[in-house]
């Protein structure tokens, strides 16, 4: 039994079901609980000792929800000013225009940045997408070779797809009929050609760049992108969201794991993973807290 | 050597290679040829005795450029026909627009159908659409279940990005930028989104299924496509263009194969192809005469 | 719980559980159900009253096993009169022996096509083989380079091995051993390879393309096929027969959706299935109707 | 270039090219050379002083095609006398009557194991065969679960349908039309189901047996086995004929390494290979002399 | 419900399950089992009547964790007396030196050989050894290119680092924390060359050779050799190692099935398992008896 | 023909062959050569007006071999102090030992960080470290989870071993023989394991985490590491080497490419690449000016 609320998911275990449970439940039902948690095999679990199930009434959808800890604003605010910074006119134009379409920002304020993979949370994409607008300002100072504008801009935009392939309002996170016949690399690259085609003057070649890192993101065909990346904006946004996405799975499926133990092998990474004990106060310490 | 005219190529031998070829040519070049031909190893080779390297205005590019041997004008009105009897009133003028838009429509009569693979010739991409109508034509009175109209109208058009995908006036066949960076995928899928977006009253969902058709003919996400398919007529329209694809790689290789021969190995399929001899007069009746 | 009989399968619940269920079914029994069907998430589902399971003496096994609903009289009627259109003596001659070998023709109109992934009903080989049929009739008008009887022959026979691979008779679908140890694909060709030796005169290299259409029809080695097509009709066979295999696994997945919803994910072709809302009295039309 | 004779392969370079074969061959021809011999880089190779292409009246065909150092008529012996050996009378008969088949038979001896992989010469087969014999002794001796008798039959013959698959008496190593159309693994079951049914009484069980030894010992479908071996015999016979193949490869690739060299990458286990140098006497002892 | 002690694990039912197990067993638990064996669907099943979960001090865990049948004292003998045939001075002192190191050959003659795979018991790991040994010195004297030294060394230590990558003492088999970080392929590389290292004059080739060996044993890098074996004896080591791994696996996965029948599909082959019904007295000679 | 020298590669084409070079050269050799610059379809060309092979004596090796353009001194300056600023003793400790082994660190300063990949020049290895080193500490800041002290050490010693995998003295870059027996991963991790072995009192936890990091550096099996990452610090260090491998592939395949312009098809990316047209001035700022 995995118990979600707006905070994570835990394992755990009741011992005395009671009888109109004993069927098992016909699938996710918002429940109250109380019990104990305690550590079994170096991973958090709740003894549940009452357990009830609530009616439709009774429940508030957004505690339950998981929502990043993280200040919305503040990351909000970070992405805002990184498109201030911009040099190239048009670019810095197409950004200030995502950012002003208020249904679109709103959106993609609020969206998780997957189903289940990682960053699987209300304001999950924001967060994704600010932390690689991080790793990109680093990388952009790096290799000066780096269209630095492009750059940028495709780290903060490049799923900006996944607010129209999800749906996360509905008391869970779903693909949408646009998401699951279209998918979030095309959404995404029509959210920005459109932008683009509001604005004069944007140069054909640059808005073929742009279209191209959207499409490309995702580094590989068998991923969902039509095409390799060709550019090296694009090849380096694909790096980044790779890498920003694996450092998640990681800190995501490891939460519970206590300093030494290993993570189950169910986790996007398909592997089981370590916490190493850290000398001088590895409890604090640990990835995850 | 392989000599390349409208007509096709052949394998060919030069046996006193003049001086000023000793070192081979700098890539393919414009030559006049005087020789013999005959069968080698079951497949026709020719002999040059004579062989001249032409300066570019002794050349006219259209002998050169391989080129359909079906009469494109009839393929073309069996197209427009085929359109007018879509009994869905938006697909029917959605197909109608396309065939009005007389720059992508010259370019949808005249382009290849791909650079290498199959129907590589001038008109290429309107044989391909054709031979993909009649298939469609049959496979919709099989299946009743199938919407009739909109695995026509993908029959015909899940190639056309191939016409910006592609150039073809100067003297060969190359990617553009545009077929690099976006590939012909998306950019059939905008074409088509665009005479769409054109139509008053359109229903979305109808707009989605056409754009998912388009986006997934590739069949699987290695060969390019940001979606498998997901409806009937979409995973139809891959089928199509498969079959068509793949008899066109078989009839093309085994060209000059003698009946009783095989093909070599290296051609679109990967295989050494056979041209079975067949009773009662087979030279008349082998594939590709 | 899923409840499986001669037309179809549906899911199904039961709240109150008897006692003597609380532990499971040891495997899948013959049961009497009373319920109500209704709709769940887009997709038709039973609600169980009361459930009873079956002694062996209290059923009759027809009334379970999966049936096609098509006429299989009609089907196979279609079928032997295809082969008395076959132009050449030995392929025609070939033909009418297989219909006329009792044992097999009967096995031949009842087997199903499969065990599970598509045409898994009494009847199914029958079925699928008339449908490949079909498409091959309209492919060898569409080519002409086509061996129009060769494609007739393998259209209806190619999976012939499946009446030995499988059993039906024990009230399922099983692999029989000789299913297992050899495969539809070998016992096809020596099926058919016995009757060849049969026919006096039948031309050693007209055998030798039979039986090469017969052992390629997979398509891939790691589908089965110790070689790929390499005829312009082996290939074709296999193609006409993957386009009938997915177009039924569609359609079979997608029985109980209803317009404008999706199917599992669970299903032979991988993939959440989509069916589409048409305009104008959608319901009547929807695929599987 | 490399020269070829019935010995074996080695690398030649030849500096003054005489003028009629300045635009070189069209295709591998016999030639009669005269130079030395040195080592290259770790590798044997002869430096070319004169060479001639010879006709075809010059020409001894058997003096060219590479063929076994082994003594044939011991091996033959040996493979006739372990059939002697079975223990299960219908597979001794059954043993008894391949050897006897004289046309076969003599195929058997003369055969290349392959067109290029390992044992690409005359009397490669019957090498194979025989060294897979003698692992099969061991192997039914270590684990005395298995079924010693077809262990034994297997391993000498799960490759005879080499002999008609491959062609070896046009002064090279082809493949025939029923290797390409079959393939060796369907025209070796052939040829021993025709024998199996000529003998009264042979079991279905055990001619089952022998059938998918025969089929699976590709040992998987990609390696063009319509079935993976599902007995422990079939599935021994896998992994003697593969561990002979792999050996023949590394000692017909390291032939001309000298000691403590490596040989070149292309080579059919595609890695470079090591020769390493041993203590007391390397030369004398080192693999391949 | 699977029963494991150390003779093996079996198939079981219990209908009547008491009270404190309706909810499930919080993993394996040693339990006391009374009932009968039966013959199900060809395998052996037993029917549980009373079944006990028992307390920790009741338990004697050697009763439980499965074992080999073997001797592992004569096994052990074996191994000894193969390393001292050795005739390569270094590396025979190398043996006798991992003999001699008490705490590492008691692991090795304790160790089960894997998790799961195949030899997952106590002393398993030493059957293997064993087994690997004597195929290898029938290899050595099949090919006589080989370094029977050697291959034997590698015959017998390919799977040492097992010893410290597996823990098999807290009454299951799990991986150890070395186990998962480096895997057993490393850590045996590490405790050969600590021997290695301690032997004075060792030539550094061989030392190369030897480490080589341990860590391409694995065969492919994506079954964890960080490099394909690129020397003879590197090549055959794999290539043994693999034919007794798959050798045991089917042994082990048919050892409940009865002549005549099929293993279950879930099995560390991957597909289901016959056992042939032998004339006179199949029974007995039955594998796994 | 690819002329090479120590600032990188080009493409040259010669019209007057000199007799003595009719017939190609044996191998790559030392030139020099005259002749004009130009560029051709978007990439520098030479055209050869001159050229002279020339013998062992006239050549100064170090002219030839390609070398960092980068000043190296100052890089091992940066990656020198980088180490001073690690805060925990023990890896401190190793680091300082690890620049403080004379042999080691020169050959850390000079090696080739590949054959040809990437960074395959002298130099290459210590520019390579030194980059992932910049982004190694950006991302250390970005995710306050990681152990720095780690991941700093991981970002510039995971390719330790490639200073014995490689050779770079004779005039061009080569395997050695321990780095095809054993390969860059386990020499590098042998090379750590060592100086860890001299350091008194380090933590076996810790040594068992930088083993794990070294070992699991190329973040597949397939790609040569035996264990994939498990530990947030390895995880981010295969990401990190990836992310600068991809970027110099990309940036020394486009040095050629003027603006606007499109690579080859063959380099270690497997795709033709893109260097845009920038706006103002984009000559000076393309990529690899």
Redesign the interface.
């Known amino acids: 039994m995995t118990l979600v609320d707006k905070t994570g998911s835990v394992d755990a ?1 009741m ?1 005395k ?1 009671p009888q109109s449970l ?2 098992g439940l ?1 699938g996710p039902e918002y429940v109250r609980v109380e019990g104990n948690a305690h550590e079994y095999r170096g991973m958090l679990q709740v003894k549940v000792e009452r357990l009830e199930v609530l009616k439709a009434d009774e429940v508030e959808e957004g505690d339950y929800l998981p929502e990043t800890e993280k200040d919305r604003q503040a990351l909000a605010a970070e992405v805002v000013s990184a498109g201030q910074t911009l040099q ?1 006119d048009h670019l810095r134009e197409l950004f200030a225009r995502m950012v002003a379409d208020e249904e679109l920002w709103e959106a993609f304020c609020s969206a998780p940045a997957a189903k289940g993979m990682h960053h699987a949370r209300i304001g999950g994409l924001l967060e994704h997408s600010a ?1 690689c607008l ?2 990109a300002r ?2 952009a100072e ?2 000066p ?1 780096v ?1 630095r504008d492009l750059l940028i801009f495709g780290a903060v935009f490049h799923d900006v797809g996944k607010t129209q392939e999800l749906s996360w309002s509905s008391g869970g996170f779903a693909y949408t ?2 998401g ?4 979030h ?2 959404v995404g ?2 959210i920005v ?1 459109a932008h683009v085609g509001a604005i004069p003057g944007f ?1 054909e ?2 808005a ?2 742009v ?2 890192l959207m ?1 490309s993101h995702q580094g590989e ?8 990346p ?3 904006e694009a ?2 946004v694909n ?2 969201d ?2 920003d996405a ?2 998640a799975m ?2 995501e499926t ?1 939460r519970n794991v206590s300093a030494g133990g ?1 993570s189950h092998h169910e986790n996007p ?1 398909k ?9 001088g106060g590895a409890a604090q ?1 640990a ?2 807290n």
Request: net charge negative.
């Open positions: 275990r011992w079901l004993r069927d016909d190239n932390t991080r790793v680093a990388v790096i290799y070779e269209d009929t646009p699951r016949l279209q998918g690399v095309i690259d029509r050609a140069p070649d640059l073929l760049e279209s191209h499409l065909l068998e991923y969902g992108s039509p095409e390799q060709k550019t090296l090849l380096l790096l980044i790779n890498l694996r450092a990681f800190l490891t290993w990474l592997r089981t993973l370590y916490v190493p004990e850290r000398e310490d990835p995850g």
